[in-house]
């Protein structure tokens, strides 16, 4: 079935620095790449998608990639700030084809020590 | 709009008792699905739905019930409690489109079962 893994599972970086979340898929068909951010105690909520026809997308300080021949792709946090510590969730979809479902990594816990 | 909407949003439940997580979105989406989130698990589907009338199994549907009579409202029924199924529970919809489709949360469903 579907699986995707997320690595690593805990992050530890100095305010500043980048941050790298690392996610793989199982089915080829997977075309929609959304990751989430979740603060404590709260909903994950949408930071940034990436669709199967685009390599590569920014926004400001967060960037994300795909390699859809590996099945991997990214997430890139640079500059990190203290209000960036939180859990990350990596997903990955299939669209129409799949009927819309969303199976997720089971997240990355980042941490960004002032 | 209030978006995804959760009740009740804390629950004790004894073994074996039977209970409803009611969810309720005002954005008009098709899709809606119910995840559980447990420690170390990232978020796991339970079952989705694609529309009014369609339902369907996700990752880890044992012990749980859905139906989709309205567009609006997509409740989850646990049939007979265990204690494997405390967790917190999301439940979360998305408008449907060919590439993707963005989930918006709730705000979860603290359940423990004793």
């Known amino acids: 079935g579907e699986n995707v893994e997320q690595h690593p599972s805990t992050l530890s970086v100095q305010e500043g620095d980048s941050a790298v979340i690392k996610c793989t898929y199982s089915?080829?068909?997977?075309?929609?790449f959304p990751w989430y951010k979740q603060e404590l105690g709260k909903r994950p909520q949408l930071i940034i998608d990436?669709?199967?026809?685009?390599g590569e997308k920014k926004d400001q300080r967060i960037a994300v990639t795909l390699n859809k021949t590996a099945k991997h792709f990214s997430l890139h946090i640079t500059e990190t700030q203290p209000e960036d510590s939180a859990v990350y969730f990596c997903?990955?979809?299939?669209?129409?084809?799949?009927?819309?479902?969303?199976?997720f990594g089971a997240g990355t816990r980042l941490f960004v020590k002032a | 709009n209030a978006g995804v909407t959760q009740t009740p949003k804390f629950q004790v439940l004894k073994t074996g008792q039977s209970m409803t997580l009611q969810c309720a979105q005002d954005?008009?989406?098709?899709?809606m699905s119910w995840y559980r989130q447990d420690p170390g698990m990232g978020l796991r589907l339970i079952h989705y739905?694609?529309?009014?009338?369609?339902?369907d199994q996700g990752e880890v549907p044992n012990g749980y019930n859905v139906s989709r009579s309205t567009t609006e409202d997509f409740p989850l029924r646990l049939l007979s409690a265990a204690p494997s199924q405390t967790s917190v529970y999301f439940c979360?919809?998305?408008?449907?489109?060919?590439?993707?489709?963005?989930?918006?949360f709730g705000e979860g469903s603290w359940l423990t079962v004793v």
């Open positions: 990436i669709r199967s026809n685009v």
């Open positions: 979360a919809s998305s408008y449907r489109w060919s590439s993707g489709n963005t989930i918006y």
């Open positions: 739905s694609v529309g009014a009338g369609i339902t």
């Open positions: 089915d080829s068909a997977s075309n929609y």
């Open positions: 954005m008009n989406h098709e899709y």
């Open positions: 997903a990955a979809s299939k669209g129409a084809t799949g009927g819309f479902k969303t199976i």
